[in-house]
C-alpha cells in the first residue's frame, strides 16, 4: 500500500512509508501512558470499539506503563513537554507496535482518528509507516442551520458530530432564531419542535467527550422576524409592515430596533437562559444583513448619526454584555465592512466572521481589512448545498478553498463552514456531506488536501461506500446546477422552477431558454453510479432515501420546466397531469425523508413551498368563445 492508496480525510500534512507490514492479532493491549492517562480513555475506548467492530479483536486498556513491548498493541503517550502544535500528533506503525503521541488529550484523539481511517482502509494488515500532522486552523467549525426549518432529532445531531469529529471538527453552532425553548417565549417557538436545555445539555457533553467546542448561537438584531411577528414583541421591531432590501420589497418586520430599550433587553434575557447550558465560553450574536436599520423607529437617529453608527454601537452594547458575562463574542462581519471607516473602533477580543457563499466572495479583500485593522476573524464559506436540492459542487469547492487560502494568508483563527436551511430547507443532510468533508479538509492541512479527490474521500468517509460510487454520484448531481447553462447567485435553476410559479417561469427568458432534456439525460447520467453503491454507514438506509427524492424532485423541476415551455394544449395537459399526480406521491416521499432525522416542527412551512406549485397543476380554466 502507497499513498495513493491509503484514502484518509484529511489526509495528514506528512506521511512516510515504511517497509513491513503490522498483522493484528488477538492478545494484545492498549496502553496509556505519561500525564494524566485517564484523560485518553476515551479515545483509546473509541480505537477498541472500532478495532471489535471491523476485525473481531478485542484488546484491553491499561495505564500501566510497565507493560511487556511483547503484548502492546497499540501505546497512547500524552506528553506535554513534546515540540508538537497543540492539536498535533506524532502516529508510527512499526511491524509489532503502534504508536500516537502528542502533548494534549486532543492530538491523541485527531491520533486515533488517523489510526482508524488507516485501519478502515488496510483492515488487519496496516502498512508500516510514520505521520506527522497537526492543523493549519485552530478552530475548524461546522454551523447547521436549525431554524429555517428543519430541527434535527438528537440522534441525528449525535451521529453528524460523530462524523464531523472523525473529520477533525473541534467547533459545533447550531443557529438559532428561535428554536430553542426560552421559558416564559412559547409563543415564538411553539410548533417548531425546540431543542430544549436538556438536549442542550446532552448535545454539549457528547461534543465535548469528542472535543467538540459546542458554542451558543442566537441572532440578536436582524432575522428576528419569528420574534416581531407576534404582537407581544411587535413595538421592538425596526418595522412592522415591511421594508426595503437589496433585492426589493420584503413584507413584514425583521430586525430588532436598536433605537428602543427593550431590544437589548430582550436578548439580553435570552443570553441569561442560554448560555449555562454551553461549557464553551464564546457566543455567536449573529447580527448580519440589518437591511431595514433606519427605515422604521431608527430613522431619525440613522439619519443624524448615520447608519454605521447606529449599528456599531448597538453591536458594542451587545459586546458589553458578552464580556461582562465573561464570553467572547463572535459576530458577522457583514455590516461593518460596508462602514470601513468604523472598523478600527471594533473591540479586539470579539472575533468577526467573514461570510461569503460563491466561488468569486472577496475574501482576499475582507481579510486584508480585518488583518491590518488587527481584528481576530474567522473565514466562512459554506456547503453550497442550500437553495440546490442536490448542491452546487463546482461552487462549494471554489468557495471552501479559497477562503482557506485566503483564511491563512492573513491569519485567521478559524474556519466555519456554514450549511443553510434558505427557502424550506428541501436539501437533505446527506446532500451537504460533500461540503462538509472538503472544509474539514481545506481547513486541516490545505496544502495536503487541495488535490484531494474529494468524490472518493466522501464515498469513503460520509457514505461507508469503498467503491466510489455514491461519491460519485453526489459529486455529479451537485454540479448538475451547471448544464442548465444559467448559474443565478446563492441558488440554481431547477430550484427555482419548483419556487417559482409557472407565470413566472413563462416570462424569465433564461430560463425558458433551458433544455430541459439535456438536463434529464445529465440527471440520469449522474444518478446511475448510485446503483453501484454500497453504504454501510450507519445511516446508509437513510441517505438512499435521500437521494432518491433529490432524484425525484430535480426530475419533476425538469418536466415542470417543459410544461413552462409547451406551447401544444394537449402536450401540456399531459404534463401537468403527470406532474399532478407525481407531486402527490413526492409530498409523501418528502415528509417521510423529513422525519427520518428531523422534528416535526417546520415541516408544514417547508411543504407549503411546495403545495403553491401544486396549483399550477389543476386544468386551465376554458376560455368561452366570442359570440
Known amino acids: ?58 484488546w484491553e486498556i491499561t495505564a500501566f506503563s510497565g507493560t511487556a513491548p511483547t503484548v502492546r498493541g497499540l501505546t497512547l503517550r500524552l506528553l506535554p513537554v513534546l515540540p508538537l502544535n497543540d492539536q498535533g500528533y506524532h502516529l508510527s506503525i512499526s511491524g509489532q507496535q503502534i504508536q500516537i503521541e502528542a502533548c494534549t488529550a486532543s492530538g491523541i484523539f485527531y491520533g486515533v482518528a488517523t489510526l482508524i481511517q488507516i485501519l478502515e482502509n488496510a483492515g488487519g494488515e496496516l502498512p508500516c509507516l510514520k505521520i506527522e500532522d497537526w492543523p493549519d486552523f485552530p478552530v475548524r467549525g461546522v454551523m447547521l442551520d436549525v431554524s429555517r426549518d428543519k430541527v434535527p432529532t ?140 433606519g427605515q422604521g423607529q431608527s430613522k431619525e437617529e440613522v439619519e443624524r448619526r448615520g447608519a454605521g453608527r447606529v449599528y456599531l454601537d448597538f453591536l458594542l452594547d451587545i459586546y458589553t454584555g458578552i464580556k461582562r458575562r465573561g464570553y467572547t463574542m463572535q459576530y458577522w462581519s457583514d455590516i461593518v465592512l460596508q462602514h470601513p471607516d468604523l472598523i478600527d473602533e471594533l473591540p479586539r477580543d470579539a472575533i468577526a466572521l467573514e461570510w461569503g457563499y460563491e466561488a468569486n466572495h472577496p475574501f482576499e479583500e475582507h481579510c486584508s481589512k480585518l488583518d491590518e485593522a488587527g481584528i481576530p476573524f474567522y473565514v466562512c464559506p459554506g ?31 478559524g474556519y466555519l463552514i456554514t450549511d443553510w436551511g434558505d427557502s424550506g430547507h428541501w436539501q437533505p443532510l446527506s446532500v451537504s456531506y460533500l461540503g462538509l468533508a472538503a472544509g474539514a479538509a481545506y481547513s486541516w492541512a490545505l496544502d495536503a488536501n487541495r488535490d484531494l479527490d474529494i468524490s472518493l474521500a466522501v464515498s469513503w468517509h460520509g457514505f461507508g461506500d469503498r467503491t466510489g460510487a455514491a461519491g460519485s454520484s453526489a459529486f455529479k448531481l451537485g454540479n448538475l446546477y451547471r448544464v442548465a447553462g444559467i448559474e443565478p447567485i446563492n441558488t440554481s435553476a431547477l430550484f427555482l422552477v419548483l419556487q417559482w410559479p409557472l407565470y413566472r417561469l413563462k416570462k424569465h427568458p433564461n430560463i425558458m431558454n433551458i433544455s430541459f432534456q439535456k438536463v434529464l439525460a445529465a440527471l440520469e447520467d449522474a444518478a446511475a453510479p448510485l446503483e453501484l453503491a454500497q453504504m454501510s454507514c450507519p445511516d446508509a438506509d437513510i441517505i438512499q432515501k435521500e437521494y432518491a427524492l433529490v432524484i425525484r424532485m430535480l426530475k419533476h423541476a425538469c418536466h415542470r420546466g417543459l410544461l413552462a415551455q409547451s406551447s401544444d394544449p394537449l402536450e401540456s395537459e399531459s404534463i401537468r397531469s403527470e406532474l399532478k399526480d407525481d407531486m402527490h406521491t413526492l409530498l409523501s416521499d418528502f415528509e417521510q425523508v423529513w422525519l427520518a432525522r428531523n422534528r416535526p416542527g417546520g415541516l408544514v412551512d417547508s411543504v407549503a413551498c411546495l403545495e403553491r406549485i401544486r396549483q399550477d397543476y389543476l386544468p386551465e380554466p376554458i376560455t368561452p368563445l366570442a359570440v
Not at 468557495?399 to 491569519?411: T, V, W
Request: net charge negative.
Open 383 to 413: 456547503t453550497s448545498s442550500w437553495n440546490s436540492i442536490s448542491g452546487r459542487t463546482d461552487n462549494a469547492l471554489m468557495n471552501l478553498q479559497q477562503s482557506a487560502e485566503s483564511g491563512l494568508k492573513y491569519g485567521a483563527c
Open 1 to 58: 500500500m502507497n499513498i495513493e492508496e491509503l484514502n484518509l480525510l484529511p489526509q495528514p500534512r506528512s506521511i512516510s512509508f515504511l517497509p513491513g507490514t503490522n498483522y493484528l492479532t488477538t492478545n494484545r493491549l492498549i496502553v496509556l501512558e505519561g500525564f494524566q492517562p485517564g484523560m485518553l480513555l476515551f479515545s483509546a475506548a473509541h480505537f477498541q470499539s472500532r478495532l471489535r467492530d471491523l476485525l473481531s479483536l478485542d
Open 154 to 293: 438528537l440522534e441525528t445531531l449525535f451521529g453528524l458530530v460523530d462524523r464531523l469529529a472523525s473529520w477533525k471538527i473541534n467547533q459545533i453552532q447550531l443557529y438559532t432564531e428561535h428554536t430553542f425553548a426560552y421559558q416564559g417565549h412559547k409563543e415564538v417557538w411553539v410548533g417548531s419542535s425546540p431543542l430544549t436545555g436538556q438536549d442542550i445539555l446532552a448535545l454539549n457533553a457528547y461534543c465535548k467527550e469528542r472535543f467538540i467546542d459546542l458554542v451558543p448561537n442566537q441572532n440578536s438584531f436582524g432575522h428576528m422576524h419569528r420574534w416581531l411577528i407576534h404582537e407581544k414583541y411587535a413595538h421592538l421591531g425596526e418595522v412592522r409592515s415591511g421594508f426595503s432590501a437589496p433585492w426589493g420589497y420584503v413584507d413584514g418586520p425583521f430586525s430588532l430596533s436598536p433605537a428602543n430599550p427593550g431590544s437589548l433587553e430582550l436578548i439580553s434575557s435570552l443570553y441569561d437562559e442560554l448560555l449555562p447550558h454551553f461549557s464553551s465560553r464564546m457566543i455567536n450574536v449573529g447580527c448580519d444583513e440589518t437591511f431595514d436599520l
